[in-house]
């Protein structure tokens, strides 16, 4: 490495994020790295004449985040108008009428997909029905998938278009709507062309960018890996990327004898993921005691025990890091269970997605195995008096949901993702921040923490990203405020570097 900087940047807050408090005041970057950080005088010391100087005029200097949970692709298709989105729509007559008005600039025959919809936000809180889209839509096949991913609704022109599979307990044809492997099943009838992919990923890069993240832990396709792979090539991504696969792949990997880590810095083979749940909204996560709000169910695992525990096994012996969705804390105790019994260790650092309703035991086994809580900060806005979460699982156990304070207190590492709900860093942040229920509740600084060193600890790659230190990669965040002073939404994100290569504005 060179020991003079191409660029340092000075006259603001540094803040490294190595430890709790720590500050610098400047930072030099070289060749793509971070050649130091410390105060301005010492910094300074590695001026040479062709070194830029950045005045950050009291701004603050930060990590990239690193968003450790989210579906890329599908953002991109919502930015690029591939899906209709509908996580705005204040009612069930308002995301009826987006599609209305989409079915008529479309014309009639054309698919309307729309993706996003929270009925828990609407003033009469249902699911838009079968017999709803129909009416607005009689001649274009509709589908409209929920929030969470795990329900959609159709209508008659669309299962008319799409051979069906499904169990009555995953499809009621009089509500149209489907759930679980049933949705997915539909939904991977309707796949955009390689090229709609390929747009929707350097859509979301750019949104990703604007939003101050410099790495994603994406969960891909294999459509999605090719388009991946296809802008790479043309060194078109300036998002790192983390590629975890569903474990329907798992067979495939294991064959070509690949596993997590392969690829290089940019673009990189993450975990094999699992999903053992589904989610609160659908009521599907798999809890120990039934629903509040409809005591007939205690939601669902998506397998047996002795099944979760054989694909956990293959997936660890085969070399590959897990990454297993699990929100009900019946769920959370089976993939705890799996992961003990596949024998896998802190080193393998297993990855619990969601994590929202662990037990005191099983935050206990979780901090013994290594676990990493890849939690989601947002979704405490589901959470508080007369809430979504109030109402499906009753005040006592909405009380300890998305525990991140217990979390951190056993030490268990923290990762902060945002799942696309809604994509980005700051809003999760001011979520914790000010979240209706105690153990919810992070400082500034550890909300920051576990949007940066989390996310690269859980990627393996704290040794390259996640903090400020030398060596490490110059993916840098301006704010246009200190953090640790000032409270969102006052700062905003001003200039985002990946490799030290201004990406925006
Ligand atoms: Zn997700």
Redesign the pocket.
């Known amino acids: 490495m060179s020991r003079t900087a191409e660029r340092i940047f000075l006259g603001g807050a540094v803040l490294p994020l190595t430890e709790p408090g720590a500050q610098a005041e400047a930072l030099a970057v070289s060749a793509g790295r971070i050649l130091a950080v410390g105060s301005t005088e010492e910094v300074l010391r590695l001026r040479a004449a062709h070194t830029q100087i950045v005045d950050l005029k009291g701004r603050a200097l930060l990590p990239g985040f690193v968003d450790a ?3 890329l692709v599908s953002h991109g298709l919502k930015e690029i108008g591939y899906y209709l989105d509908l996580s705005e729509a204040r009612s069930r007559e308002e995301a009826l009428e987006r599609v209305r008005e989409r079915v008529r600039e479309r014309g009639p025959g054309e698919w309307v997909l729309g993706r996003g919809w929270d009925e828990s936000r609407w003033p009469e809180n249902r699911y838009i029905t079968r017999d709803e889209l129909d009416e607005v839509a009689p001649y274009n096949p509709v589908t409209l998938v929920r929030v969470d ?1 795990h329900i959609l609704v159709a209508n008659t022109q669309a299962f008319e278009l799409v051979a069906l599979e499904a169990t009555p307990e995953e499809f009621d044809a009089q509500t149209g709507l489907l759930r679980e492997r049933a949705a997915w099943a539909f939904l991977a009838e309707l796949r955009p062309s390689s090229g709609e992919i390929e747009e929707a990923i350097l859509a979301a890069q750019k949104r990703a960018h604007a939003l101050g993240i410099t790495c994603v832990h994406d ?1 891909v396709t294999p459509e999605h890996v090719r388009a991946y792979l296809k802008l790479h090539k043309q060194g078109k991504l300036t998002l790192r990327v983390r590629l975890n696969v569903g474990v329907e792949h798992l067979d495939a990997l294991v064959e070509l004898g690949l596993g997590s880590e392969f690829g290089d810095d940019r673009l990189r083979l993450g975990a094999v993921k699992v999903f053992a749940d589904g989610s609160i909204g659908a009521r599907n996560a798999a809890l120990l005691e039934p629903y509040a709000d409809d005591p007939s169910t205690r939601g669902k695992l998506n397998y047996p025990q002795e099944e979760l525990n054989a694909l956990v096994k293959r997936a660890h012996e085969a070399g590959f890091q897990l990454m297993i ?1 699990a929100i009900g804390d019946r769920a959370i105790g089976a993939v705890l269970t799996a992961l003990e019994r596949a024998g896998v260790t802190p080193e393998d650092r297993p990855r619990i ?1 969601h994590f929202e309703l662990p037990t005191e035991e099983h935050l206990e086994r979780a901090a013994r195995l290594g676990v990493i809580a890849s939690m989601q900060p947002n979704f405490v806005q589901w959470s508080g008096p007369g809430s979504l979460y109030e109402e499906r699982l009753g005040p006592e156990r909405d009380r300890r949901i998305d525990p991140h304070r217990q979390v951190l207190e056993r030490e268990i590492p923290l990762a902060f993702g945002s ?2 709900m809604p994509f980005g860093p700051l809003y999760g942040i001011r979520c914790v921040l000010e979240a209706p229920q105690e153990p919810q509740r992070l400082t500034m600084e550890e909300a920051l923490r576990a949007y940066t060193w989390g996310g690269a600890y859980a990627g393996f790659q704290e040794g390259e990203l996640g903090t400020l230190e030398p060596g490490k990669r110059a993916d840098l965040v301006v704010l246009t405020e200190d953090p640790l002073r000032a409270l969102p939404p006052e700062y905003r994100v001003e200039r985002v570097y990946s490799a030290g290569e201004l990406v925006f504005p």
Do not use: A, L
């Open positions: 949970h989210m579906h991913g969960v969705h997605e799942d696309g």
